[in-house]
């Protein structure tokens, strides 16, 4: 007995450590960069073609986000565009991403969410789940449309 438990007692403290180690922490994913610009996006071809001002980052890809203190940005300017002309949003298009727009984004996607059924959460961050649910304003020879989804 005292010779298997000699040789049992290092096979089960080194599973006892190997059981204890931490697992390693899963990749954490790339964070998206933030939209310091916006492009005009077009709808479809042809005459008389339809665009949205959507915001973009440095790169002018529309993968990107956009949260609280993000100021003096034209992407904001754009994402304000949208929330006020398409959700009636009382907020000032000015480009500073402040308490004010944080709220009509989450109205917005609150709005998508419960009346439209749209896969979104209510986060008060712009990316781009939320850019593909929300409306933006259209235009088409420079005059507003309406607004349609992405």
Same mark, same amino acid.
């Given at each position: 007995?005292?010779?298997? +438990?000699?040789? =049992? ?8 450590? /190997? =059981?204890? *180690? ?12 933030? +939209?310091?610009?916006?492009v005009w996006a077009p709808l479809n071809a042809g005459p008389g073609q339809a665009k949205r001002f959507l915001p973009t980052d440095h790169s002018l890809s529309a993968n990107c986000q956009l949260q609280l203190n ?10 304000? !565009?949208? =929330?006020?002309? +398409? #959700? ?13 727009? !944080?709220?009509? /984004?989450?109205?917005?996607? /609150? *709005? !998508?969410? $419960? ?10 961050? $712009? ?8 409306? *933006?304003?259209? #235009? ?6 309406? +607004?349609? #989804?992405?």
């Open positions: 007995m005292t010779r298997l +438990c000699r040789v =049992l007692a290092p096979v089960v403290a080194v599973t006892a450590l /190997l =059981l204890a *180690w931490p697992a390693p922490a899963p990749a954490a994913a790339a964070a998206l960069p933030t +939209c310091d610009g916006a993000d100021y003096n940005n034209f992407g904001v300017v754009a994402l304000q !565009e949208a =929330l006020i002309d +398409c #959700y009636g949003q009382s907020i000032t298009r000015d480009g500073d991403f402040g308490p004010r727009t !944080e709220d009509a /984004l989450k109205t917005a996607q /609150l *709005w !998508e969410q $419960y009346v439209n059924h749209k896969p979104i959460g209510v986060t008060g961050v $712009y990316k781009p789940p939320t850019r593909d649910a929300i409306m *933006w304003p259209t #235009y088409v020879n420079g005059v507003r449309t309406g +607004c349609r #989804y992405w």
